[in-house]
Nanobody, 117 residues
Framework: QVQLVESGGGLVQAGGSLRLSCAAS????????MGWYHQAPGNQRELVAV???????NYADSVKGRFTISRDNAKNTVYLQMNSLKPEDTAVYYC???????????WGRGTQVTVSS
């Protein structure tokens, strides 16, 4: 079982910044991919950004140039630096960790990000 604990959400004005962190603990599968998804009310959970343990990244088009994902493999921690935040970024942000190929995975409980206009 892999547990994920997120931190860093909150309320910020449009144009501001937040940094999310997610620490993985426990065992059960070897983590290859870590990342972030978000879910706004009434919407499906969507990819924000992911990073492999080799450093390859993938971003949603809506956040390219504004968000940066990074990872500390030694600490099993992934970060999401969010700059130039927009009201449409408001959502619950969930941390994700998965094995190679996605057969095994875990989700965090989520952290709320609210961007006011």
């Amino acid at each position: 079982q892999v547990q994920l604990v997120e931190s860093g959400g909150g309320l910020v004005q449009a144009g501001g910044s937040l940094r999310l962190s997610c620490a993985a603990s426990g065992s059960g599968f070897s983590i290859n991919v870590m990342g972030w998804y978000h879910q706004a009310p009434g919407n499906q959970r969507e990819l924000v950004a992911v990073i492999t343990n080799g450093g390859s990244t993938n971003y949603a088009d809506s956040v390219k140039g504004r968000f940066t994902i990074s990872r500390d493999n030694a600490k099993n921690t992934v970060y999401l630096q969010m700059n130039s935040l927009k009201p449409e970024d408001t959502a619950v942000y969930y941390c994700y960790a998965g094995s190679s190929g996605g057969r095994y995975y875990s989700w965090g409980r989520g952290t709320q990000v609210t961007v006011s206009s």
